[in-house]
């Protein structure tokens, strides 16, 4: 048994009635000083720092003297088959489909050891940051799929008890339409996936195509988890369409849909009635901040003769999708990192810090800062099916983020600022690997 004494955790962290807001301050620090008994690898109780009769947990006690506590964080959308392939195969000029055929080439060399070599040296980075739940979308196609799956498949088990894996197949339509179907849903099932990905387009045959999706996943006994709507084209309603196809289907699997950035550019009469569709159906929406913000609404100017991109000019929009209206609708939200050092954007350290500091800024979640922290921790919980992770709780898992910030202010402020990590009863070693590996790997 050890008592973390005085640890200030968000209240959207805490289960009732500490959740409630405590104190003139709530609005600007929306936070309660607790008292955290972990017993073995669980939380085994949470009490007020300031309640009376304090003794009875017994064991070891280390007071943290009032520093900001997370529970351990969750990334809900990221792609480790492809992280960490700038160097071999950069994006030049920050274009979707340009990058997505410089990832297409780049994946004739996705073997089991390569995808292993660099999802690894991804999974220390996001536990090095406090992260103990990842989801990743795995490219599953034509000629593409088996290695990756192989890899990530030994991770799984390699961070057991350390980091919760979750895979998910991506495939495009038009292969899965193609003659992969078979493939595809064979992969799905032979590696475990927790749900059915996919990268559906605007067409006639739409509607169809999702009710063979699901019946497909339906079958596998697995939800659905999938990239949509990622641009800035009005008419591209796929999560309308994905909506209205688990009403019509009744699937009884969760649903998530990442992305959603056309949303924001359609009429806010068409964006409303989507956004209830999307309440009424169950789904939840993963926005991807960072990597959207890098990609869409660029803007170019007149290209020179026998050139393909012209000079770049300044964004005007940003791809965010409507976060606050999912919100208020009482839609389950989380953000996650999504790309890491590929063709589509050449930084990120799988961080959920990172993410939920740069969303609270670009998506002006201090407007509701009670609620922000929710995006890395609870949202993504409920999204990949993971009861009591993302709480400080009775019962949830024992791993928690304690950083040198007194305040959210703080670490809003100071996101570099230093964090010390707790699995268990034990403080753990927090240790980033080099980036100097990755000069040693074969085609870096």
């Known amino acids: 048994m050890h008592l973390f004494r005085r640890a200030r955790v968000p209240l959207a962290c805490l289960p009732p009635p500490l959740n409630r807001p405590d104190g003139a301050d709530a609005a600007l620090e929306p936070w309660r000083e607790c008292d955290v008994a972990v017993d073995g690898g669980r ?8 309640a009376a009769g304090g003794g009875g947990f017994g064991g070891r006690t280390t007071d943290l003297g009032g520093v900001l506590v997370f529970p351990g964080l969750l990334e809900v959308h990221t792609h480790l088959d492809k992280c960490h392939t700038w160097d071999r195969a950069p994006g030049v000029h920050g274009d979707f489909w340009e990058s997505l055929g410089i990832l297409a080439s780049d994946s004739a060399r996705w073997s089991e050891a390569d995808v292993h070599r660099r999802a ?77 990905g996919g990268f559906p387009q605007p067409n006639p045959d739409l509607p169809r195509q999702l009710d063979s999706i699901m019946a497909a996943a339906r079958e596998l006994g697995i939800g659905l988890d999938l990239h949509v709507d990622e641009s800035a084209i009005a008419h591209a309603e796929c999560l309308r369409a994905t909506a209205e196809a688990v009403l019509r289907n009744k699937f009884p699997h969760p649903v998530a849909c990442g992305h959603n950035c056309s949303l924001s550019v359609q009429s806010p009469e068409r964006a409303r009635e989507t956004i209830a569709l999307v309440k009424a159906a169950g789904i939840g929406i993963i926005c991807l901040p960072l990597t959207n913000l890098h990609l869409q609404g660029r803007v170019r100017g007149p290209a020179p003769g026998g050139t393909g991109f012209g000079p770049p000019l300044t964004p005007q929009w940003r791809g965010l999708t409507l976060l606050h209206e999912f919100i208020d609708a009482g839609v389950t939200v989380a953000c996650g990192g999504d790309n890491v050092r590929d063709a589509f954007i050449g930084w990120g350290d799988f961080d959920p810090v990172e993410v939920y500091v740069e969303s609270v800024r670009v998506a002006h979640l201090d407007a509701r800062l009670a609620f922000s922290p929710s995006v890395v921790t609870t949202g993504p919980a409920a999204i990949m099916g993971l009861p009591g992770y993302g709480m400080i709780a009775p019962g949830s898992p024992a791993d928690m983020v304690v950083f040198s910030a007194r305040k959210l202010y703080s670490l809003l402020a100071r996101p570099s600022i230093a964090r010390r990590l707790v699995h268990g009863e034990e403080f753990r070693e927090a240790r980033l690997p080099d980036y100097g590996e990755q000069e040693g790997w074969p085609d870096a």
């Not at 991804?122 to 593409?144: E, F, K, Q």
């Open 43 to 50: 939380i085994s109780a949470v009490r007020d720092s300031g």
């Open 120 to 196: 690894d040296f991804a999974l220390r980075s996001a536990w090095a940051h406090g992260t103990v739940a990842l989801r990743t979308h795995i490219d599953t196609g034509r000629d593409v799929g088996a290695g990756a799956l192989a890899a990530v498949g030994r991770l799984r088990e390699e961070w057991r008890g350390r980091i919760e894996i979750q895979t998910v197949c991506l495939f495009r339509f038009a292969d899965f339409f193609g003659g992969q179907a078979d493939r595809i849903v064979g992969l799905a099932a032979s590696h475990g996936a927790a749900a059915m």
